[in-house]
């Protein structure tokens, strides 16, 4: 693996959680593609007058270690494989201090034409670049509560009602979200589900009684893995709504599915599915539902829902 991206968990790219937020790292990752790139011989991928970008059309995410305000993070990464169009990346985030694993990624980017997403062949020069970048894949990073290939494709405004999904959140994709070629960036993907998710009762009614004021425990939802799987890429002043349901419960965890979609034309503009768990915030650490929490959640989950 080469060295791709070194920084720092900024205080201001922490949540109410007390760490990073998840968007931050989606955000990094995306320089440490640029970096990427540019090795492989690519260019400025990310250039608002380059001929040719990168579209994400997988990203699987593990959270794996807390990174807390001032935490010093570098990513390390390399290109697991290529098509003609696609190539998969892998990148690996640490604490610089520590050498632990912050968090990890699985990525899948196509090679497409700025305006248009396009897909077209990779330069000539791109082949012999990439062998020099190429490694084997990590177990660490591998999927472990999400199926790799698990995706219904059925996601609309009409399928959510009819599943009766939750409404978690809603809004206008605005400048701050864009990137150089008019389409919001890959990290929005993250902070829009983030900063909803405090709104999802099937899914976190412990949460929920916290901020209802019938818990002493300070408890927020963390989340440990994700699989994002963008179908449309929305531009500045589109809106969005986001329907949640929940997949299955397990005594540790719970698998949640987003439709992120389109309300003027109700098509989906991504999809995903998350891991998550609620979080002691004074403990810090995951908690178990205790049996009452445990009914709620079995009544809640929707049979069949998938990204």
């Known amino acids: 693996m080469v060295e791709l ?32 790139a540019a090795m492989a011989g690519l260019g400025n991928v990310f250039r608002s007058d380059n001929y040719a970008t990168l579209l994400a059309r997988s990203l699987h995410i593990k959270f794996l270690a807390e990174a807390h ?36 990624f699985q990525l899948v980017l196509e090679h497409v034409s700025p305006s248009e997403g396009r897909a077209f062949s990779w330069p000539d020069r791109f082949a012999a670049a990439a062998d020099t970048l190429k490694i084997e894949k990590d177990p660490t990073a591998a999927p472990r509560g999400i199926e790799e290939y698990d995706s219904a494709g059925n996601a609309s405004l009409a399928r959510a009602d009819q599943m009766g999904l939750e409404q978690i959140g809603m809004g206008r994709f605005t400048g701050q979200d864009i990137g150089p070629f008019g389409r ?15 709104n999802f009762i099937g899914a976190f009614p412990e949460e929920v009684a916290f901020h209802k004021g019938e818990l002493d425990n300070r408890i927020g939802s963390a989340l440990l893995e994700t699989r994002i799987l ?63 929490f445990r009914a709620m959640l079995e009544a809640a989950v929707v049979k069949g829902i998938r990204a």
Not at 77 to 87: E, F, K, V, Y
Not at 242 to 268: E, F, M, Q, Y
Request: with cysteine; aromatic share 6%.
């Open 230 to 292: 963008p179908r449309r890429w929305p531009r500045e002043g589109d809106g969005y709504v986001i329907r949640s349901g929940l997949k299955s419960v397990s005594p540790k965890v719970r698998n949640l599915v987003h439709w992120v979609l389109d309300p003027a034309t109700g098509k989906p503009w991504w999809t995903m599915e998350g891991v998550a768990a609620p979080m002691d915030l004074d403990a810090r650490k995951l908690v178990e539902p205790n049996a009452h």
């Open 5 to 36: 991206w070194r920084g720092n968990a900024n205080a201001w790219e922490c949540d109410e959680l007390g760490h990073m937020n998840v968007q931050f790292y989606l955000a990094k990752a995306s320089e440490a593609v640029g970096n990427l």
């Open 184 to 198: 919001i960036r890959a990290d929005v993907f993250l902070g829009r589900v983030s900063n909803s998710v405090v």
């Open 69 to 104: 305000p001032g935490a010093p993070l570098m990513i390390e990464g390399g290109i697991t494989g290529h098509t003609d169009t696609l190539m998969h990346a892998e990148l690996i985030m640490r604490h610089g201090g520590s050498g632990r694993v912050a968090a990890t």
